[in-house]
């Protein structure tokens, strides 16, 4: 008999774990690794520390250790915004006249508005801490922009963003945030980097992509005495950092006698999925449980559930180290009227693997199938979620009804990655019925996979 | 000794207040009554009940009930985004290197992005257990309006809102949030009634303001067949519904042997000011503490600090009952350049009769300070607050200073009432120095003063 189950819990600051979880220790196979592109060799780690400062660069190679500790400042930056609160859904649970329990870890509650500034506050000190002159990084929807351009900001750090360009022109007031904490914000592709000057020569009205943004970030960075990039997702260093999510959901799920039946969550570059599953994967993993683990992807940018498990660059340039991944071909562009994030070519190498080792489920939905779950969940839980979030939300109702019709009370928890405060032009679209679908042919997929970098590994 | 204080600290469900607690059962000196604006005799009940629904119009006459029970629906309400956090500033106690304690109410983390769902959830509940058909109200810079979108679409009740032109035109993200939650917008004034016609006759380009926006929902309100008029703040019956705010802070900072030796909140129509203080002005009013209280508002709408304390209507149409308070006159409108909220004329009957005896300190500060204290604010806290809430902050962080030159470790509150995501036109206005502060002239508010109504009450 479960507990009685408040709307929102909170843990205490006590409460809250002190390390992060490495999913990587309990993988018996572990992803493949990072590639050098010249020598198609494994990448060691002096090679990674030109891009990466030197703790970071560490972690991304660390397959071994299983739980590392949080540094102190960091917990200390946690706790200014954290612990989210795990939320039991009773009224959407009601709306749809549901015997399933709905849950959700909701991550939106900061001024990034997601679960980035996890992962931002850690790469923002560890650079600090290494005596770094600055970073770059690149930001698609403009949440992870945000969560830097704030943890930067806090360390005194300074910080240059590229935007792709399809968001920084329909979310201006993105731009201003990050500049309210000092970021410097270009619209990318740009003429700032040898890399944007020549996707613009070949491409010049673009919209950009969040390869083509990494690209210039990564050059930027490398160029620059005393900066080094950062990434918001897909390294192993992200979802090391986001393993938080997960461990705070378990240790407020055991309080309330309850464990996830379905664990499900948006996936574009992996950071959230990979951290809101770390802990219920590693029963999996270890075999103490067997929760289903559903990635939800959307139709437009369907990496995992259309695309191939391959080596492929990070980025559209080619000038990052290769990652084995399912992947749409580094060049992979999604329609411009995609809306929400998730626009990524690729997927986090640990979530590849453990996806192709049959350990996790994928689906894709239909970006208007997606708002319409997203505002179904506003009117009965009065958060207006991310598009990226409403993927999770879309398939979460659609399993809570599957459980409807069978009858069966199964316990799902969700991540509510963040707000929707900055996506209202494309709410607007779909109130306006503007919206539209868009699925790649298999002709436009294989043209991506035709150009993957052929690697003999 | 104090405790050990933690940065965010959120009661349990369990501890959660379930009643609202009525100051006026405590002011010896009752808030002059509301006039009939033709008898000039003060309103039965009966005479509200077409503008308001039973319930609420009962409250808003109720000087006597010390703690109204909150409907359990209305509890179950407040349980999806409350209880909201008591923060302890640590970061920016550290950045003003004062010896102050700074803690802060923060009542932004809910899709209104403001304290106004507290109320808002209570007149929607009220209106739909009535049977009414509708509602109308109107906004200004926006969250009130959205925090009654969210009410009304979660309890199925029709809802329009005429919103202050300015706003409007500045904010199309705004009005987006509000649609999504099924409201109907429209600007205001506009040509959907009487009132909003005569204004634009006569001023065809003005950018409106509450005043006048309060004139149409009114008027649409009693000509529409059962419907009602709501309203975000001013009302006896919000400042009532708001002292969630102060209850919860209360318990909060009993819990850490805590007592402010200051409270400190911005003050527009007195909304989250009235909620805040309530239970410490209590305490002074029942002489069991002596807390200073400081009520903090534009410089550019000085009702409080440089109004005169007198019967007025509560809009620019004079559609309304009198109400006394401090005002500067009814159709006195704040300079366009002026960028937060707290815009409107007058101020909360109940706090200007606390002010007018003396129970209360205020002050005004120009935006250009405002902005300043928001930006500091959001770098150390993490949190990118409103503009209205940096009015606050402002004042917060003067005391603090203060604190740091006398050395007294004072123990501040202060009310953090919202998120300030959709005011970034603003913000880049202040980042690019294009921001510009404004003070009425004595003969400019004088025009305002010689067309009060004649009272002889």
């Known amino acids: 008999m479960a507990k009685k189950v408040p709307h929102r819990l909170y843990l205490t600051e006590d ?35 030109p891009i990466f400062c030197e703790e970071l660069a560490k972690q991304e190679l660390d397959n071994t250790t299983r739980y590392i500790d949080i540094p102190e400042e960091i917990q200390d930056f946690y706790k200014m915004y954290r612990p989210s609160p795990l939320i039991r859904a009773y009224n959407l649970e009601k709306a749809l006249d549901t015997p399933a329990k709905i849950y959700y870890k909701f991550e939106g509650n900061n001024t990034s508005g997601s679960h980035k500034l996890n992962s931002a506050v850690a790469q923002a000190y560890y650079a600090k801490k290494q005596g770094l002159k600055g970073l770059t990084t690149e930001t698609g929807a403009g949440q992870w922009g945000t969560a830097l351009a704030e943890a930067c900001s806090f360390y005194n750090l300074p910080l240059t963003v590229y935007m792709v360009k399809v968001s920084y022109e329909q979310k201006p007031f993105r731009k201003t945030v990050m500049e309210t904490f000092d970021a410097k914000v270009i619209a990318s592709p740009s003429n700032t980097t040898n890399v944007g000057r020549a996707i613009l020569e070949n491409n010049p009205n673009t919209g950009g992509s969040l390869g083509c943004a990494i690209s210039e970030a990564v050059e930027k960075a490398t160029t620059t005495e005393g900066y080094r990039y950062v990434l918001g997702s897909v390294l192993n260093q992200v979802v090391l950092h986001q393993s938080i999510i997960g461990l705070e959901s ?78 749409l071909g580094c060049d992979f ?93 494309a709410y607007n679209s779909y109130l306006n019925n503007s919206m539209k679908d868009y699925i790649p042919s298999d002709e436009d997929l294989q043209k991506g996979f035709d150009r993957l970098p052929k690697v003999n590994a």
Chains 1, 2 share one sequence.
């Open 15 to 49: 409460q809250m774990p002190k390390q992060w979880y490495n999913l990587r220790a309990d993988m018996k196979e572990k992803p493949a690794p990072l590639l050098n592109p010249g020598t198609q060799k494994p990448l060691e780690l002096e090679e990674l520390y």
């Open 250 to 327: 378990k240790i407020a799920m055991e309080m309330l006698d309850e464990y996830p039946d379905i664990v499900i969550g948006c996936a574009g570059g992996g950071s959230n999925l990979g951290g809101l599953i770390a802990p219920f994967m590693q029963d999996r993993l270890t075999q103490k449980a067997s929760p289903r683990i559903i990635a939800v992807e959307p139709a437009s940018c369907p990496s995992l559930t259309r695309g191939k498990y391959a080596y492929d660059f990070c980025d559209t340039g080619r000038v990052t180290p290769l990652a084995k991944m399912y992947t």
């Open 333 to 425: 562009m999604p329609s411009a009227n995609h809306a929400g994030g998730l626009r990524y070519h690729g997927m986090s190498p640990i979530l590849s693997k453990l996806y192709h080792d049959g350990h996790m489920e994928a689906t894709s939905v239909e970006q208007t199938k997606v708002f319409e779950a997203a505002v179904l969940f506003a009117k009965q839980e009065t958060i207006l979620p991310a598009p990226e979030s409403a993927h999770a939300i879309r398939t979460a109702i659609d399993e809570a009804i599957l459980c409807r019709e069978t009858g069966e009370a199964k316990t799902i928890l969700f991540g509510l990655t963040g707000t929707g405060y900055f996506d209202m032009t």
